[in-house]
């Protein structure tokens, strides 16, 4: 006796699945090269490896994968004081910049999941460093850095003003993901607001404030 061969039964992905960081990371970054924010293989790699969720955790994952800057602080009455860029905006970036394997470059704003993509395109060889005023914003990119494997990159306190003539990245000054008080030379004030950023220029010698200084690194087991 043989059994009859009913039509072949595929099952859709459960409501679980659809929701997992790595499908919605990736249906993300489907989004933006469909719509041309990402065009080159090495961007493209960089969104898909770091993951964001883990950079803001008191989101929903489906918050943070969404084309659209996620808030990570808010001031009492409830206004964003502090969030993630919206990914169209950092492709943009990233891809504006060209950065290659190698690179040394400094992080204006700071928040720890643009330093990992950074981190991603310069590689080993590459050094990155981000800098933020807040000693709050460099607390929670040095522990979420930590997290995910990015130790390597360099996070300061400092003011973006006044940062050491020597030892620190000139390759590229980038902002990042959050306003912060002092741009420098590498953007105008609209490059972390949506606009199209222009190419940056190497920053000019400063002099040290070491008040304003001080080095995160993670913690040791």
Not at 70 to 79: A, E, L, M, V, W
Not at 166 to 185: A, K, N, T, V, Y
């Amino acid at each position: 006796m043989t059994r009859s061969k009913g039509p072949r039964v595929t099952t859709p992905p459960t409501t679980a699945q659809e929701h997992e960081p790595s499908a919605l990371r990736h249906r993300l970054v489907d989004q933006l090269l469909a719509a041309g924010h990402v065009r080159t293989t090495t961007v493209e790699a960089a969104l898909r490896s770091v993951p964001r969720h883990a950079f803001a955790p008191e989101v929903p994952v489906q918050t943070a994968y969404a084309d659209d800057i996620t808030p990570t602080r808010h001031t009492p009455d409830g206004r964003i004081s502090s969030s993630i860029s919206a990914p169209w905006l950092q492709a943009v970036m990233l891809e504006s910049a060209r950065l290659r394997s190698g690179h040394h470059v400094l992080e204006v704003g700071s928040g720890g999941y643009n330093a990992a993509l950074i981190a991603e395109l310069v590689g080993r060889t590459g050094q990155v460093t981000t800098v933020d005023i807040d000693p709050d914003v460099t607390d929670r990119a040095t522990r979420f850095l930590c997290a995910t494997g990015y130790d390597r990159v360099r996070v300061l306190t400092a003011d973006a003003e006044h940062l050491p003539p020597r030892g620190h990245p000139r390759r590229r000054l980038r902002c990042g993901d959050r306003h912060s008080r002092h741009l420098g030379s590498a953007v105008d004030h609209h490059g972390c607001g949506g606009r199209t950023p222009r190419r940056p220029a190497a920053p000019p010698p400063v002099r040290v404030v070491h008040r304003f200084h001080q080095t995160r690194r993670c913690a040791r087991q």
